[in-house]
């Protein structure tokens, strides 16, 4: 199972760490994705980790702005989300894939977590 957590409300150009903590497996192999629904519009990737040496994707959106990191000690995956925009609002998901490698296509992934609500706004 997985937890996706840390969603709120937070000002343009505020900050926000989400978190994506598993249960009942460990992450170690895992790659492990985030991705984002926002109201009327179809799902999309932001960011994904792979398993095996750290490394990272970035939707071009994101770039720049979020950090995806792991700590396999925690079973924990984050999002840490800077300089947020009013365009950055969704339900966030984070995914995991038992694979060693990058996984960015949605469609690969197994394990879905609930969504956590970001919403950014003055």
């Known amino acids: 199972q997985l937890q996706a957590s840390g969603g709120g409300l937070v000002q343009p150009g505020g900050s926000l760490r989400l978190s994506c903590a598993a249960s009942g497996f460990t992450l170690d192999y895992y790659a492990i994705g985030w991705f984002r629904q926002a109201p009327g519009k179809e799902r999309e990737g932001v960011s994904c980790i792979s398993s095996s040496d750290g490394s990272t994707y970035y939707a071009d959106s994101v770039k720049g702005r979020f950090t995806i990191s792991r700590d396999n000690a925690k079973n924990t995956v984050y999002l840490q989300m800077n300089s947020l925009k009013p365009e950055d609002t969704a339900v966030y998901y984070c995914?995991?894939?038992?694979?060693?490698?990058?996984?960015?296509?949605?469609?690969?992934?197994?394990?879905w977590g609930q969504g956590t609500q970001v919403t950014v706004s003055s």
């Open positions: 995914a995991a894939v038992l694979s060693r490698v990058l996984v960015v296509a949605e469609l690969w992934y197994d394990y």
